[in-house]
């Protein structure tokens, strides 16, 4: 059963610090926090910061989402130089931030932007290495859904360790997948998710149900998948929510979090009469 709602410290919000960010969210009842650990500077409240101040706040960060460009271009580890395996390195690096902070999961994308370089043998090899570093440190990785098919079964299909998964991204999988994704094949792997909403038209992070995913099919299709995790939101203060204070935003976040889970209980007791 889903035992929580949880919800995105997200640096990308518009016009707000990330202290009001994390008080807004603290504010609107959420107890569970993911955090964006993408290696950049930020003047007022930096990530290591974000972190103490979450857990000052009494917020549980359950997994970090780390960074896919600039410092950890993601790209680089499939092509043939150094610098894929600078990336690596840099990576391993964040898990030991991540495991003296007591943070057992990590998010991390397989790919940036819309071209990457196809999967390879010499990426598998540098993931490998990059999950055994993870093991040691009792790190779990669940590896994210991002614009591209094909680089989760490659990575998953090849790699058959226990700390290994995915980020189910329902708003990527909408706008970017037309909603295909082949769940059965990650059934009992996924290990967190990311619920936002769009039209198609671009990865837009809005609010579930101010977009055109079918809620009822996805939350479907997480509990025949054995998905057991938190109701976690991925959303953005932008566009027409600068409308409002962020304080009303996240308190209809968490409003939005608490109907899908109660969706998602419906469909486990319907579940439950069907048998």
Same mark, same amino acid.
Request: aromatic share 12%; glycine share 6%.
């Given at each position: 059963?889903?035992?929580?709602?949880?919800?995105?410290?997200?640096?990308?919000?518009?016009?707000?610090?990330?202290?009001?960010?994390?008080?807004?969210?603290?504010?609107?009842?959420?107890?569970?926090?993911?955090?964006?650990?993408?290696?950049?500077?930020?003047?007022?409240?930096?990530?290591?910061?974000?972190?103490?101040?979450?857990?000052?706040?009494?917020?549980? /960060?359950?997994?970090?989402?780390?960074?896919?460009?600039?410092?950890?271009?993601?790209?680089?580890?499939?092509?043939?130089?150094?610098?894929?395996?600078?990336?690596?390195?840099? $990576?391993?690096?964040?898990?030991?931030?991540?495991?003296?902070?007591? /943070?057992?999961?990590?998010?991390?994308?397989?790919?940036?932007?819309?071209? @990457? @370089?196809?999967?390879?043998?010499?990426?598998?090899?540098?993931?490998?290495?990059?999950?055994?570093?993870?093991?040691?440190?009792?790190?779990?990785?669940?590896?994210?859904?991002?614009? &591209?098919?094909? $680089?989760?079964?490659?990575?998953?299909?090849?790699?058959?360790? =226990?700390?290994?998964?995915?980020?189910? =991204?329902?708003?990527?999988?909408?706008?970017?997948?037309?909603?295909?994704?082949?769940?059965?094949?990650?059934?009992?792997?996924?290990? +967190?998710?990311?619920?936002?909403?769009?039209?198609?038209? =671009?990865?837009?992070?809005? *609010? @579930?149900? =101010?977009?055109?995913?079918?809620?009822?099919?996805?939350? +479907?299709?997480? &509990?025949?998948?054995?998905? +057991?995790?938190?109701?976690? *939101?991925?959303?953005?203060?932008?566009?027409?929510?600068?409308?409002?204070?962020?304080?009303?935003?996240?308190?209809?976040?968490?409003?939005?979090?608490? &109907?899908?889970?109660?969706?998602?209980?419906?469909?486990?007791?319907?579940?439950?009469?069907?048998?």
């Amino acid at each position: 059963m889903i035992n929580n709602i949880a919800v995105c410290v997200n640096n990308g919000n518009k016009n707000v610090t990330a202290k009001e960010t994390i008080d807004a969210i603290y504010n609107a009842g959420f107890k569970n926090v993911f955090i964006q650990y993408y290696n950049k500077y930020i003047e007022e409240l930096s990530e290591i910061e974000q972190i103490n101040y979450c857990k000052e706040l009494g917020l549980n /960060i359950i997994f970090s989402h780390l960074g896919y460009k600039n410092l950890r271009n993601i790209n680089a580890i499939w092509l043939e130089d150094e610098n894929g395996e600078k990336v690596i390195d840099g $990576y391993i690096e964040d898990f030991k931030v991540m495991k003296e902070n007591n /943070i057992d999961l990590v998010v991390m994308h397989l790919t940036s932007g819309n071209e @990457p @370089p196809m999967y390879n043998e010499i990426g598998l090899k540098r993931i490998k290495r990059l999950v055994k570093s993870a093991k040691e440190l009792e790190i779990k990785i669940a590896f994210e859904n991002t614009k &591209k098919q094909g $680089y989760l079964e490659y990575i998953l299909g090849n790699i058959k360790e =226990d700390n290994v998964g995915i980020c189910y =991204d329902a708003g990527h999988c909408h706008a970017h997948f037309n909603d295909k994704f082949n769940y059965e094949f990650f059934k009992d792997r996924i290990f +967190t998710v990311h619920l936002h909403d769009n039209d198609k038209s =671009d990865d837009l992070h809005l *609010l @579930p149900f =101010d977009g055109t995913i079918e809620w009822n099919n996805v939350l +479907t299709k997480l &509990k025949e998948n054995n998905y +057991t995790g938190p109701i976690t *939101l991925e959303l953005c203060y932008r566009y027409d929510y600068l409308n409002q204070p962020i304080e009303e935003f996240y308190k209809e976040g968490y409003n939005r979090g608490i &109907k899908l889970e109660e969706i998602y209980k419906s469909i486990e007791t319907r579940r439950i009469k069907e048998t």
